[in-house]
């Protein structure tokens, strides 16, 4: 067991653990081929991320506000990815367990942090297409490349605020009881469980934060495909009610696969009881799973990417042969 620190008052004894240890994913069976799958995610997803970032920095037919939020939600799914699946790899396959109070708080703010920037990113693609689709001449004075980056620079500066705050709220926690977190992660929840002293604000905090993370922007979405519907509608050709719905389709499949697993996952803890092990697979799947595959998607199921792709590819051939005449000229003037 860690080390503690204690400071003592008249009424109580403030403790302090130099640090934790995550016992989650210790007992699973066969559990490094678990971490082998996981190792194959984020590669996939570094990857993904990575080729979409760059198609849409190459491609000068993509430097449009509307992708500034794609290329940010592909940048904000890698950097949730590698907040997760490279320290749940040290921490269990390389035994290292044991993690600093400090490190385990900078863990805990990383991983909600990005958690948050990705769901208020899909609600920020959401206003995007509500204003395209319901305010089509004044789309282009509306969503600016300014107002864009002065939303997704107010949505930073709110998430790193309120994430901080949120686990800041864990220095008033004395922690006398034990300090074995039973997580792959230092989870906020389960820290807050470990407390001795009057936790009642910090749950009060947990209950906000998951009504600002998972409830708010996705009642939010729904409220924006209502209004998007309604204006669907009043479309009176059917091709471009269709072309008009086209370009809702990746996104409505990015939030279903970012918000279905973390629904489900609420909705499996509160209606049946769970084995650990089971919760916590479960718990880092519904972390990792969607960014690998948000790339993917956006990219099969957008036109606009997938021409500019056979563009980029196209031009690097031609300037290949291009290349290769010019030196075959030259050896033949040799």
């Known amino acids: ?74 940048f904000s799914d890698l950097c949730g990815s590698s907040a997760v ?13 044991d993690i600093s109070y400090e490190a385990c708080l900078a863990n805990t703010f990383f991983i909600y942090h990005f958690l948050n920037i990705q769901s208020l990113t899909l609600l920020v693609m959401a206003y995007d297409r509500l204003v395209a689709i319901c305010f089509p001449l004044h789309y282009h004075a509306i969503i600016t490349k300014a107002a864009m980056f002065l939303i997704l620079g107010g949505m930073w500066i ?3 605020t309120h994430i901080s705050v949120f686990v800041g709220l864990l220095n008033r926690l004395s922690f006398c009881r034990s300090t074995v977190i039973d997580s792959y992660f230092c989870d906020y929840s389960l820290i807050n469980r470990l407390a001795c002293n009057d936790n009642s604000l910090n749950i009060l905090m947990i209950k906000i934060n998951f009504g600002l993370l998972l409830c708010a922007p996705l009642i939010l979405i729904f409220v924006s495909y209502f209004c998007i519907s309604l204006a669907l509608f009043k479309i009176a050709h059917g091709a471009d009610r269709v072309k008009a719905i086209k370009t809702c389709t990746s ?10 697993p ?69 050896s033949k003037q040799k």
Do not use: W
């Open 1 to 74: 067991m860690s080390s503690i620190q204690s400071n003592s008052s008249a009424n109580e004894t403030f403790v302090r653990p130099a640090k934790f240890f995550l016992s989650g994913l210790s007992n699973v069976p066969h559990v490094k081929y678990y971490y082998v799958f996981l190792s194959l995610v984020y590669v996939v997803t570094v990857l993904g991320n990575s080729f979409l970032m760059c198609t849409i920095y190459l491609a000068r037919r993509l430097h449009t506000a509307k992708y500034i939020v794609v290329f940010h939600l592909a």
């Open 85 to 97: 699946i490279p320290k749940t790899i040290d921490t269990f396959l390389f035994d290292h367990q």
């Open 158 to 160: 709110f998430s790193v």
């Open 251 to 260: 996104h409505l499949m990015l939030v279903v696969v970012g918000y279905t």
């Open 262 to 330: 973390l629904i489900s996952n609420q909705i499996a803890v509160l209606t049946a009881p769970m084995p650990a092990n089971i919760r916590l697979i479960n718990n880092c799947l519904t972390q990792v799973i969607p960014p690998m595959l948000n790339p993917i998607i956006y990219t099969l199921k957008t036109d606009e990417v997938m021409q500019s792709i056979k563009e980029l590819y196209n031009g690097r051939n031609v300037k290949n042969i291009g290349q290769m005449k010019c030196t075959r000229r030259y």
